[in-house]
């Protein structure tokens, strides 16, 4: 009887525990979701993780229950008969059948499964945040909550570990060590939200990374626990999901005894006996508070950074009249009295319009250059159709980059008159930039007159964000990877294709065009001058002919029978010019004669030699 009400416990504290988890993983999504935090969501696994665990020791001691009702039953049985069939007594003992099949073959394949999960999320979201920058909404609450859930989490842990000393509910002890782990890691992470919140941020990081490792260190020992359960058999077998490396975390009292026993052994003296041991065990507990306080009181030192300026809050409004503390070391009340507000003035921020994720690597108008993207709205110069009142309008898919940084000198604005000051710059940025775009013509913004829109929207939203009290200044805006979006890239590649052609056939038709005109010039050009140069020369000739006949004329008039007589030889002269002849004339005797060929060229009859070639030649 005693038997069956402690089974009957343990599966009642299993399926408690069960509701507790899937509880207490949904409080931990929910304050992952307020701050996006990266150690919130590792806790948040760590936590869910051990859903499976309770799950399992919950049909374990179900099963163990039903057998044990069926052993009763089966003794009642026998007391009122006396005497039940063998083939009869393996019906009624089904359950420590299905009991044995469980064990054998259901809890290694769920351990199996919890050690996958154990090694592949905490590597999923160590590549996931590495090197990623987090938006981290601080929050003074969510510490506060996490150190008031860690309490009852301890306390769970410390009455399961108390039940598991029972040899009835010792598998409780992987649940109790389970739970145990969670509350040191809960604990740890509202400390490095704190300290994040004192603009400690390394802290959280190393804990994040700590608590992965640490998870898969975990999933390590489940494998090899699996691999061992096929080898170690008998009525002290530990299930592969008992954890001796969280059972020591969990309850270090009773594993440091007997580290204090091998030391002592190697020594050969009692070392726990020693001043010096029985000194640090009684002031450990001072000692720990005292490194606390420490830690507390730092929260009354801030650190500002070349690069930032700060307000100090004192019971959350700034001291000095909205004051901005400079570089430098600063004191304050601790926290949560007094806050320090830290902004980084002279970093550059960037804000993202237009598309959500990663920027893909081939960036070609076919092909999604991000994740998702977004469709502007684009004017179109086009008329409306017949029957239509409205004109067609166009998609573009497009990224707007805003680079802004925070006005040193109006920080009090950026800090105070809005809780998110960059949320309220994007809404800015898209509602602008989608007006903008309605009165700009699809094809100008794919080409000519993207420069001049980035212009006009930087004028725009610093005048915005001077309106609306930002505390801003817009430093520089890019306009990139515009194209039409994805789903017509094609059948646009083939419009802009016959464009392309359309213009190329014009500019060959002008290049044709000029070509046939300047030649057609030039011949023009040519042809007259060749006219002109006829018409003076003929005109030339004609006086000069006419100059010729009127001397000729007067030379006829004075002497005609001479004027006759040369002309007629100077006619003949002409004519019987060339070839050159010679008249040889021979004698009649037949005598040899020498003939003497005068080569010189006589002077045409009209010239008359001169007067000492004349006497020479006499």
């Known amino acids: 009887m005693e038997d069956k009400r402690k089974l009957k416990q343990g599966f009642q504290i299993s399926i408690g525990v069960l509701v507790f988890q899937i509880f207490l993983s949904s409080i931990f999504y929910i304050m992952y979701t307020k701050t996006k935090s990266p150690l919130l969501l590792s806790e948040t696994f760590h936590i869910g993780i051990g859903i499976p665990i309770s799950g399992i020791l919950f049909l374990l001691y179900h099963q163990r229950y039903r057998e044990r009702l069926e052993i009763e039953e089966l003794e009642e049985l026998k007391k009122r008969e006396g005497k039940i069939f063998k083939e009869e007594e393996s019906l009624i003992l089904v359950s420590r059948v299905r009991l044995k099949q469980i064990e054998k073959w259901l809890i290694p394949a769920i351990t199996f499964i919890i050690t996958f999960f154990l090694i592949y999320t905490p590597l999923k979201l160590i590549a996931y945040f590495r090197g990623k920058k987090i938006p981290y909404h601080p929050s003074s609450v969510i510490p506060l909550l996490l150190i008031g859930l860690t309490f009852p989490i301890f306390i769970l842990s410390r009455y399961i570990l108390g039940m598991s000393k029972d040899k009835r509910w010792k598998d409780l002890q992987s649940l109790g060590s389970f739970l145990g782990v969670n509350a040191i890691f809960s604990f740890l992470t509202a400390i490095s939200l704190t300290l994040k919140n004192l603009n400690l941020p390394k802290v959280e990081w190393f804990i994040f990374y700590f608590l992965n490792f640490f998870l898969i260190l975990i999933g390590i020992e489940y494998f090899l626990n699996i691999i061992a ?39 050969g003296f009692r070392i726990t006996q020693t001043w010096f041991y029985q000194f640090i065990k009684k002031r450990i507990i001072p000692l720990l508070l005292l490194q606390i306080t420490l830690l507390y009181l730092l929260s009354c030192i801030v650190i500002v950074r070349p690069y930032e300026r700060c307000f100090i809050e004192f019971l959350g409004k700034p001291i000095g009249n909205g004051k901005i503390f400079g570089p430098g070391l600063h004191l304050k009340f601790p926290w949560p009295i007094s806050k320090a507000k830290i902004y980084d003035v002279e970093r550059i921020k960037t804000i993202r319009i237009g598309a959500k994720g990663e920027e893909g690597e081939r960036l070609l ?43 040193p000198d109006r920080l ?43 212009d006009i929207l930087k004028e725009i939203l610093q005048k915005e964000a001077d309106k ?39 500019l060959d038709a002008e290049a044709y065009r000029n070509k046939e005109l300047t030649l057609a010039n030039y011949k023009a050009s040519q042809t007259q001058v060749k006219a002109e140069a006829y018409r003076f020369v003929r005109a030339v ?12 004329l007067i030379a006829y008039r004075k002497n005609p029978v001479i004027f006759k007589y040369r002309h007629y030889l100077k006619v003949l002269e002409k004519s019987l010019s060339y070839p050159t002849k010679y008249i040889v004339i021979s004698s009649r005797n037949r005598e040899r004669n020498v003939t003497i060929i005068n080569l010189e060229k006589t002077p045409l009859p009209e010239i008359l030699p001169l007067e000492g070639e004349t006497k020479e030649k006499k």
């Open 229 to 267: 359960s096929f080898y170690i058999s008998g009525k002290e077998k530990r299930y592969p999901f008992d954890s001796k490396i969280l059972y020591l975390l969990a309850l270090p009292e009773e594993v440091i005894p007997s580290f204090s026993e091998i030391i002592e052994y190697q020594f």
């Open 468 to 506: 609306h009290h930002l505390g801003i200044k817009i430093l520089l805006i890019n306009l990139g990877n515009v194209h039409p979006p994805v789903e017509v890239a094609r059948s646009f590649e083939k419009v802009v294709g016959a464009m392309e052609r359309k213009e190329a056939s014009i």
């Open 365 to 407: 108008w076919t092909e999604r250059h991000f994740k998702e993207e977004f469709k502007w709205i684009i004017a179109s110069k086009e008329i409306a159709s017949p029957g239509y009142t409205t004109v067609p309008v166009n998609f573009l898919s497009g990224v707007v980059w805003v680079y802004y940084k925070i006005d």
């Open 412 to 454: 009090f604005e950026y800090a105070y008159l809005h809780s998110e000051p960059d949320k309220v710059l994007e809404s800015i940025v898209r509602s602008k930039f989608t007006r903008l775009m309605m009165g700009v013509d699809f094809h100008e913004i794919l080409t000519v007159k993207r420069l001049e829109v980035v």
């Open 541 to 552: 000739e004609s006086k000069g002919q006419r100059e010729a006949f009127l001397k000729a």
